[in-house]
């Protein structure tokens, strides 16, 4: 790690320590614009947000949505495996659709991007169909998300591909918290409708867990 990622590592226990961790969750104002250079700029969340776009399979007329966008660090990634398709970032923060947007002007005004200030609750099938759905860190602030997720497998194609992304961030996060947080994201996944689960782990402090699924289509009437 360089110099420069230490002296943000410990800025940010500062930060959490007087607060700063509710920027996260709903950016807003000065302190959001901060949180957002943060998501966009420290290392791990580059890497974690890159690592779940690869694992998607995204093929180069796919459509995608990520639910939770943030600065958009996994829009560029997933415009770039999609050179011929579409991305849909959903935030409900507007400093992030703005961060989002400037991370991705190139590919906004090649209408290969598409940004959304929304809550996940006010997605509509209207936006779909998508071949393929993204949420980085963010299913724990949904509400009823069993629930949302149903909405969203509405929004995907039969067989369409989902990655729920988790890095636990609680005082003292281990790989078994980790563990604990994939079982049930597959739960939710499971009772969503989707199947063919699996997880993928990546070796950072803590780990972060991916679980993959693609919608089971249902039985022919």
Same mark, same amino acid.
């Given at each position: ?8 590592g410990h800025f940010l226990r $500062? ?16 302190? =959001?614009?901060?949180?957002? $250079?943060?998501? =966009? ?98 299913? =724990?602030? $949904? ?69 993959? =699924? ?8």
């Amino acid at each position: 790690m360089d110099i420069g990622q230490r002296a943000l590592g410990h800025f940010l226990r $500062w930060w959490a320590r007087h607060g700063g961790l509710a920027q996260f969750h709903r950016p807003t104002g000065a302190p =959001g614009h901060l949180a957002g $250079w943060i998501m =966009g700029s420290r290392s791990s969340n580059v890497a974690r947000n890159r690592w779940a776009a690869r694992l998607l399979d995204v093929q180069p007329t796919d459509r995608v949505v990520e639910i939770g966008c943030g600065p958009g660090v996994a829009v560029a990634a997933l415009s770039a495996l999609a050179p011929r398709g579409l991305v849909v970032g959903v935030d409900h923060s507007a400093v992030m659709i703005g961060q989002a947007r400037r991370r991705n002007r190139a590919a906004v005004r090649a209408g290969r991007v598409r940004l959304v200030h929304a809550p996940v609750e006010g997605l509509s099938t209207s936006d779909g169909p998508f071949d393929a759905a993204l949420a980085v860190n963010t299913i =724990g602030m $949904w509400p009823d998300p069993a629930d949302r997720l149903r909405e969203l497998a509405l929004l995907l194609r039969p067989g369409g591909r989902i990655a729920l992304v988790s890095q636990p961030r609680c005082p003292g996060a281990t790989a078994a918290t980790s563990a604990n947080a994939a079982t049930e994201l597959a739960a939710l996944l499971t009772e969503a409708g989707f199947g063919q689960l699996r997880v993928e782990l990546l070796d950072l402090d803590p780990p972060v867990a991916c679980v993959l =699924g693609r919608l089971v289509p249902e039985p022919a009437r």
